[in-house]
């Protein structure tokens, strides 16, 4: 085997030269020199003039490995896909035989992606279990924590006095101090304590820090977080010196009463957008049944019915304006709200003017406008006349069919007295305005006129505060009362005319 590892495999292999040499070889008589300061200096000696004969050593070298690099880069790209597929091993062996063409390696590579076996999933876990093993116990830990020191904050805050040096006695009788003689650095800072840098206490831990690792927790604060009342922190008002009005703490223990009063906030409060919103949302639930109703109003006048007027439409649409107004500002309130620009929050406010915006166009401004009074009684006086004229004609086929049969009308009983309303008929259904039976009964002791009078008193109270389903509700049940009363008054008046036609 040939002492260079790049000589051409196409030369023959001499039997001398089976040995693979190792070590620092010198490029020209491959003499292995043990060490790179031997090769150095023996390159300097001994081929100093051989400079030119070197450089064209080492490229025909480098073209040589590179050749045979390229070419087992091929070869592995071309055998994996001839390997799996028999096209593929049968252009191998075609090209064996004495072809000189080789597939490009963009082909070879397409071929190799084709004849790849998708990947299969792998197992999967579910660390959901191991992740709750491990945070119950620090959230646990943590909770025991702050209930300790809150139920420190309590004592100590409860009978704190006034002095300064009664209330230090009063802190270390409370929560016992470590003893800090055998303490020479700080825990957080790992600065040594000397005359300039004194030792201080957590009042609620008793561990020492060094005053710049100190933190301070405000009285009003403290009494807030131990739920004492404001009579009990009282006394601690006449403190005047700013140091005595906080509670000095460490990180930790002010870290933990943070994340407490944090979390207290985030279930009891809520964000000023949220509130915002909440509100527009409740104005925008409560504006849609009478944008439903507005529209069933205008629709029953241009039918010419009279249950609504035209002051109950036009007072209802200015309850629509007002709450219209109301949503406007808040939406516009929502965007004076501060938030840091480019972010979630900025976006969501945008959102919500945007939805709020096209809510008051699209629903509220885009209502149908009120018809004119004239053309409101053209409509009516053209129903009337059409009942009229159909009541008419039911009478005459009910003449004609009786004809028919034989029959005649009785004495006395004409058309107009049969139980057909007609003309000043149907106004008196619709204002009520019939004239009194001639009964020994008079309308203040008539339960019926009682009853509509009492109907008309809801009616009247439901359209001032703008509850116009019971409007509707009452004046059904008020003409149904009507009709009532005005069929008695018929029968009345034909059976008084019966009595003077026998008599």
Not at 444 to 449: A, F, M, N, R, T
Request: hydrophobic share 35%; charged share 25%.
């Amino acid at each position: 085997m040939s002492g260079n590892p790049f000589d051409s495999t196409e030369e023959e292999p001499s039997a001398s030269s089976d040995e693979i040499l190792e070590g620092f070889l010198c490029p020209i008589c491959r003499a292995d020199l043990k060490s790179i300061d031997f090769l150095t200096e023996h390159f300097a000696r001994q081929h100093a003039e051989e400079q030119d004969a070197l450089k064209s050593v080492f490229k025909d070298i480098f073209t040589k490995a590179k050749q045979k690099i390229l070419n087992n880069f091929d070869d592995e790209r071309i055998r994996v896909p001839s390997a799996a597929s028999p096209a593929a091993s049968a252009s191998n062996a075609a090209s064996s035989n004495g072809a000189s063409a080789k597939p490009s390696s963009g082909r070879a590579q397409l071929n190799l992606y084709q004849n790849m076996s998708k990947q299969t999933a792998g197992a999967e876990r579910s660390y959901f279990d191991y992740f709750q093993t491990v945070r119950n116990p620090r959230l646990e830990r943590y909770a025991s924590e702050t209930n300790k020191l809150i139920i420190r904050l309590h004592r100590l805050l409860k009978d704190l006095p006034t002095d300064a040096v009664q209330r230090k006695q009063h802190e270390q009788q409370t929560v016992p101090w470590l003893d800090g003689s055998s303490v020479k650095l700080c825990p957080s800072c790992a600065k040594s304590f000397h005359i300039a840098r004194r030792q201080h206490h957590c009042r609620l831990c008793g561990g020492i820090m060094c005053n710049d690792c100190s933190r301070f927790l405000q009285l009003e604060n403290a009494l807030h977080l131990a739920s004492l009342s404001s009579t009990r922190g009282e006394p601690l008002q006449q403190l005047q010196h700013p140091d005595y009005r906080a509670i000095r703490l460490c990180q930790h223990c002010l870290w933990l009463l943070d994340t407490r009063q944090d979390m207290h906030e985030s279930r009891t409060c809520r964000p000023l957008l949220a509130q915002v919103y909440e509100e527009i949302r409740q104005l925008q639930k409560q504006v849609t049944p009478d944008l439903e109703m507005y529209l069933k109003i205008v629709n029953s006048l241009h039918e010419g019915e009279s249950i609504f007027t035209l002051a109950d439409a036009g007072a209802l649409r200015g309850k629509i304006g007002q709450v219209a107004e109301k949503i406007d500002l808040r939406s516009k309130r929502i965007l004076t709200i501060h938030s840091e620009p480019g972010s979630r929050e900025e976006a969501l406010k945008k959102a919500i003017r945007l939805s709020c915006v096209q809510a008051i166009k699209e629903r509220m401004l885009s209502l149908p406008p009120l018809p004119d009074e004239g053309y409101i009684r053209q409509i009516q006086e053209r129903k009337r006349i059409e009942t009229e004229q159909r009541i008419l004609t039911e009478q005459r086929m009910a003449m004609e069919a009786h004809e028919r049969k034989g029959l005649t009308i009785q004495a006395g009983v004409t058309p107009e007295s049969r139980s057909f309303a007609q003309g000043s008929d149907l106004q008196s259904l619709n204002n009520w305005s019939a004239p009194q039976a001639s009964t020994t009964v008079t309308m203040v002791d008539d339960p019926l006129i009682e009853q509509i009078n009492i109907i008309k008193g809801y009616i009247k109270q439901a359209r001032e505060d703008l509850n116009f389903d019971v409007v509707e509700t009452l004046e059904l049940n008020l003409r149904e009362l009507q009709r009532e009363v005005y069929e008695r008054q018929r029968q009345s008046s034909n059976s008084a005319r019966t009595a003077q036609s026998d008599s």
